[in-house]
């Protein structure tokens, strides 16, 4: 009786209406002027693209940044300790 009614089968979430978000993707990055920023006579901005190609270190913490940060290695920033790549300590070196 029930499937003569077709009442088995009934989906209860069918009419409800849910907005969908809609996702930013992050914008793409110009491989080109991240290569020669990267590759840069000036260290500063060859140490600083670094940081935020290697550990996508946030632009804020990049400003708030001091020379005592950066110990045996390691990034020490928010609270958090992060180890540097090799091609980052080659950078901040120079």
Same mark, same amino acid.
């Given at each position: 009786m029930l499937?003569?009614?077709?009442?088995t089968f009934v989906n209860p979430t069918a009419r409800i209406s849910v907005?969908?978000?809609? /996702?930013?993707? /992050?914008p793409s990055v110009?491989?080109?002027?991240?290569r020669a920023a990267l590759d840069s006579?000036?260290?500063?901005r060859a140490a600083l693209a670094a940081l935020l190609a290697f550990h996508a270190i946030r632009?804020?913490?990049?400003?708030?940044?001091?020379?005592?940060?950066?110990?045996?290695g390691r990034l020490h920033v928010d609270g958090r300790v992060i180890p540097l790549a090799a091609p980052v300590r080659l950078r901040l070196a120079a």
């Open positions: 499937k003569a009614r077709q009442l907005p969908t978000p809609h /996702p930013r993707a /992050p110009d491989l080109s002027a991240l006579e000036d260290p500063t632009i804020w913490q990049l400003c708030a940044l001091h020379l005592t940060d950066l110990r045996d």
